[in-house]
């Protein structure tokens, strides 16, 4: 009887116990405030990766150009609006310089470098827009070199705000803010005004839009401006939060494609559901994998392994929805 006891003692003292911060966030003393936080987290980099994904899937939808370079008009709209509030310390004058910066840059690549390759296949187009990578990340080693440009948040939004009873950095409130009324603005653009009509008719049939007068040369290079504008805002956006460096919109590139396979091609509204959803798994993944892999695994492997298994759930996500809707969530509506 003694020796039973003894041996269900060490069996008991070699079992695993759960991680104490299992039942804090997943028990009945769940902790609401990160909960709230990290929802908040995944809304904002939903956000900016939206107004990246929007200009994105308009030049993919609208002209049927791959266009690799778009997150270097990201990097480039970072380093610009970084430069001009070093120098004028304007947060406002910063996202207008961003902003028509990067504008005037994509009409002016889409007009000299890029439109001869509308008529080719995607593979040229691919190769013509990666060379443009290379080129944008020397230029910014050039120009400011290959230490990390820092960009701070402005004074009026430099505190926290209380939010679903969680105190929250403002700075991040005015993101997705901003990033919301670019979404609402973007909207009534293409279903509420003329242009947006001769873009959703282009998205069509862009030969019979030709013939019937308009110029269709100028909606391009109108439509390529106004993708490489928003990758600018979302620049300028992200430079307090992120560290500016050369080849800061590679990583990006790869978020932004997943989200508008997800979403849907073409589509913008896909374009922004798809956003919400890779921010929030990607940021909620982020924190609760790990917790959960403690429980079969050791602490020092859940760690390490848990970040990147939640960093591939947008990959697999994005394969369910490939295998089950290959259009993507929200197709484009013609």
Same mark, same amino acid.
């Given at each position: 009887?003694?020796?039973?006891?003894?041996?269900?003692?060490?069996?008991?003292?070699?079992?695993?116990?759960?991680?104490?911060?299992?039942?804090?966030?997943?028990?009945?003393?769940?902790?609401?405030?990160?909960?709230?936080?990290?929802?908040?987290?995944?809304?904002?980099?939903?956000?900016?990766?939206?107004?990246?994904?929007?200009?994105?899937?308009?030049?993919?939808?609208?002209?049927?150009?791959?266009?690799?370079? !778009?997150?270097?008009?990201?990097?480039?709209?970072?380093?610009?609006?970084?430069?001009?509030?070093?120098?004028?310390?304007?947060?406002?004058?910063?996202?207008?310089?961003?902003?028509?910066?990067?504008?005037?840059?994509?009409?002016?690549?889409?007009?000299?470098?890029?439109?001869?390759?509308?008529?080719?296949?995607?593979?040229?187009?691919?190769?013509?827009?990666?060379?443009?990578?290379?080129?944008?990340?020397?230029?910014?080693?050039?120009?400011?070199?290959?230490?990390?440009?820092?960009?701070?948040?402005?004074?009026?939004?430099?505190?926290?705000?209380?939010?679903?009873?969680?105190?929250?950095?403002?700075?991040?409130?005015?993101?997705?803010?901003?990033?919301?009324?670019?979404?609402?603005?973007?909207?009534?653009?293409? !279903? !509420?005004?003329?242009?947006?009509?001769?873009?959703?008719?282009?998205?069509?049939?862009?030969?019979?839009?030709?013939?019937?007068?308009?110029?269709?040369?100028?909606?391009?290079?109108?439509?390529?401006?106004?993708?490489?504008?928003?990758?600018?805002?979302?620049?300028?956006?992200?430079?307090?939060?992120?560290?500016?460096?050369?080849?800061?919109?590679?990583?990006?590139?790869?978020?932004?494609?997943?989200?508008?396979?997800?979403?849907?091609?073409?589509?913008?509204?896909?374009?922004?559901?798809?956003?919400?959803?890779?921010?929030?798994?990607?940021?909620?993944?982020?924190?609760?994998?790990?917790?959960?892999?403690?429980?079969?695994?050791?602490?020092?492997?859940?760690?390490?392994?848990?970040?990147?298994?939640?960093?591939?759930?947008?990959?697999?996500?994005?394969?369910?929805?490939?295998?089950?809707?290959?259009?993507?969530?929200?197709?484009?509506?013609?």
């Amino acid at each position: 009887m003694g020796g039973w006891a003894l041996r269900r003692q060490a069996a008991h003292v070699g079992e695993r116990r759960p991680d104490p911060a299992f039942f804090l966030l997943f028990g009945k003393s769940m902790t609401w405030n990160l909960l709230v936080i990290q929802a908040l987290n995944g809304l904002q980099y939903g956000v900016l990766l939206f107004l990246l994904a929007a200009g994105l899937t308009l030049v993919l939808g609208v002209m049927n150009f791959v266009n690799l370079a !778009h997150g270097s008009l990201y990097m480039l709209g970072a380093y610009i609006a970084a430069a001009v509030f070093a120098r004028s310390n304007s947060f406002i004058l910063a996202g207008l310089a961003a902003v028509l910066g990067t504008l005037l840059i994509g009409a002016i690549i889409e007009r000299t470098t890029l439109r001869t390759f509308y008529a080719r296949g995607h593979l040229d187009q691919v190769l013509a827009t990666f060379g443009l990578i290379l080129f944008f990340n020397e230029a910014v080693r050039i120009i400011w070199g290959q230490s990390p440009v820092y960009m701070a948040a402005p004074d009026a939004f430099s505190g926290t705000i209380d939010l679903l009873g969680s105190s929250y950095p403002s700075y991040r409130v005015l993101v997705i803010v901003v990033g919301l009324m670019m979404g609402g603005g973007l909207y009534l653009l293409i !279903h !509420h005004t003329r242009v947006g009509m001769l873009i959703r008719a282009g998205a069509t049939n862009a030969q019979m839009v030709s013939v019937l007068g308009v110029d269709i040369q100028f909606l391009n290079t109108l439509l390529f401006g106004l993708g490489a504008a928003m990758a600018g805002l979302s620049g300028m956006m992200a430079a307090p939060i992120f560290a500016v460096q050369p080849g800061m919109g590679d990583n990006v590139l790869i978020a932004i494609i997943v989200v508008i396979v997800i979403g849907g091609i073409g589509s913008v509204r896909g374009a922004f559901y798809g956003a919400l959803i890779v921010g929030v798994v990607d940021t909620v993944g982020r924190i609760y994998l790990p917790l959960l892999l403690r429980q079969v695994a050791e602490r020092t492997i859940a760690d390490a392994a848990g970040p990147a298994l939640a960093s591939m759930l947008i990959y697999l996500f994005m394969a369910v929805v490939l295998a089950v809707r290959p259009q993507g969530l929200f197709p484009a509506r013609r």
